[in-house]
């Protein structure tokens, strides 16, 4: 008899559904061409005037919560500039800089941004 009910609670035990375990984010090391917050630190922390005032009228503009995307487009990138409010308030700064090319790959935010500002 304990053997049957051993055998029934290892049958029940192996159908119960387990808890998903997400695996841990694996830190990477920034190649030559990875977004990384030191490459462009000229543009960390502009305001949208300021970067308007750089790089001309942005090809898009999207406000979603606080948050405001400003995409710049030279002849060889896209330049997208994430802007935040600081924790305290007031005015939304430059947090993220992505770049990529025409195929969507990534490229370096310093020489897109450059591009596009000697356009």
Do not use: W
Not at 35 to 45: A, D, F, K, L, M
Not at 65 to 91: H, I, M, R, W
């Amino acid at each position: 008899m304990r053997t049957l009910l051993l055998a029934a609670l290892l049958f029940v035990a192996a159908c119960a559904p387990r808890p998903a375990v997400m695996p841990a984010p694996v830190a990477t090391a920034p190649g030559p061409s990875s977004v990384s917050q030191p490459e462009h630190r000229s543009i960390n922390g502009m305001t949208a005037h300021e970067l308007v005032q750089l790089y001309g009228r942005p090809k898009l503009q999207i406000v979603e919560g606080e948050g405001t995307k400003l995409q710049f487009a030279g002849a060889n990138c896209v330049l997208d500039v994430y802007l935040y409010p600081p924790p305290s308030g007031g005015t939304p700064r430059a947090t993220l800089i992505e770049a990529r090319n025409g195929q969507g790959n990534d490229v370096s935010a310093q020489a897109c941004a450059a591009s596009i500002q000697n356009r």
